[in-house]
């Protein structure tokens, strides 16, 4: 298995003190929405949306397809793959931007349901990078001994928060989760998060209004995607580079990239920015699953492993970024 490189740490995270990825699991809803299916909601063409974004299709949730109920599928399909029992889960980590109950914990209830009933459980909120906010979480507290085994998860059901006839994001956001475990490990596997926050651009991607507000008019996310575009060449690409710098590996060198399945032309253009050749897999999920903000990550790289681009051992550059705005990048090694 190769290795990435790791900041200093204490040796107390069991073995030898470093953390890995040891399963992988995803869910993505059964209702498959083709552009021609929104074209007339959103005044637009098959064309248009494509050229724009990449994709082709996405999933939405149905009534019973649940944040909870994907999170649960996609986090039994980890743990199964990682062959850990939920009782032997120190710590449960939940991101989404779309639990629109804000308590109890969404991620108290899944581990509940998993059986995880040792575990500790706390919800992430930091939107389309927070599955890697929550990985960099997981691998200090692993590395760090404060326990052993973490479940980390991104769920999300956009489209509660998407208005449907927005044309500037309606044909973007969709539904879906992704899981990954955490573990122990003798060398490296998870290297050094590379991430900030700018709240200069905060108002690029917001809701119009709090939840509960008393007007009575429900919330939709407004997004700005010019904006978020710039500054994802401008911040975000150069941050992913100091991540492969910072795990000591090089472009060459990545099996895979893995970026917060967005936008086709982010990612192409993240790719070739960073000098990425032919033998690097490049995840362009997005295609047939839109933009699931947290879950995109995890569901791109059950793709990448299940259709063959990547393998295990494989080297994996995984960068998130969204509203905030802000961002987190780190490398990985694939299970």
Known sequence: MRTVRTAPHPDTGGAGGHSRI?????????QVVRNAELCEAIDSTEEWIETRSGIRERRFASADETLHSMAVAAAAKALAGAGVDPM??????????????????????VAHTLGARAAAAIDLSAACAGFCHALALASDAVRAGSARRVLVIGAERMTDIVERTDRGSAFLFADGAGAVVVGAADAPGIGPVVRRADGAYSEALRMTAPWGDSTGVRPWMRMDGR??????????????????????????GLGAF???????????LMAE??????RTAIARDVVRMGNT????????????????QAAGGDTALLVGFGAGLN?????????
């Open 22 to 30: 040891l399963g992988i699991g995803g869910y993505r809803p059964r």
């Open 88 to 109: 032997r889960i120190d710590l449960v980590v939940l991101a989404s931007m779309s639990q629109l109950d804000q308590t109890p914990p969404l991620s108290v209830r």
């Open 227 to 252: 904006r978020i575009f710039r500054w994802a060449m401008d911040e975000v690409a150069p941050a992913a580079a100091e991540a492969v710098r910072a795990a000591g590996v090089t472009p060459d």
């Open 258 to 268: 893995v970026p917060h399945q967005a936008n086709l032309r982010i990612i192409d």
């Open 273 to 278: 920015r960073l000098g990425l050749g032919s």
């Open 293 to 308: 903000s947290a879950a995109s990550i995890p569901l791109a790289l059950e793709t990448l492993l299940a259709e063959g």
């Open 327 to 335: 961002y987190a990048a780190q490398v990985v090694v694939l299970p």
